[in-house]
Nanobody, 116 residues
Framework: QVQLVESGGGLVQAGGSLRLSCAVS????????MEWHRQAPGKQRELVAT???????IYTDSVKGRFTISRDNAKRTVYLQMNSLKPEDTAVYYC??????????WGQGTQVTVSS
């Protein structure tokens, strides 16, 4: 079965950095477009960043210049490097894999808390 396991979340002060990881198994990772989403309390889940199987990246405006999505196909892992963190970045961050057209898989989420 396809499984995604996020890690790397935690507590950090504003201005600090965290690196999230999403380990993927059960699929040909090289062929999967990957996404990071986040959901803050009382808010809708939002797409934060996308990295395609061709290694092109797209970011939502609020994180441009601060976050970097990357992938290591040999390690079957996608990363989200988060710098200059702000309290408004506080959320549960979820990894999402597009397995094929019409089918996706989500990880369990990892909590990121940014204190002021």
């Amino acid at each position: 079965q396809v499984q995604l396991v996020e890690s790397g979340g935690g507590l950090v002060q504003a201005g600090g950095s965290l690196r999230l990881s999403c380990a993927v198994s059960g699929t040909n990772f090289n062929n999967n477009d990957m996404e990071w989403h986040r959901q803050a309390p009382g808010k809708q889940r939002e797409l934060v960043a996308t990295i395609t199987k061709g290694n092109s990246a797209i970011y939502t405006d609020s994180v441009k210049g601060r976050f970097t999505i990357s992938r290591d196909n040999a390690k079957r892992t996608v990363y989200l490097q988060m710098n200059s963190l702000k309290p408004e970045d506080t959320a549960v961050y979820y990894c999402r894999a597009w397995i094929r057209v019409g089918f996706d898989k989500w990880g369990q989420g990892t909590q990121v808390t940014v204190s002021s």
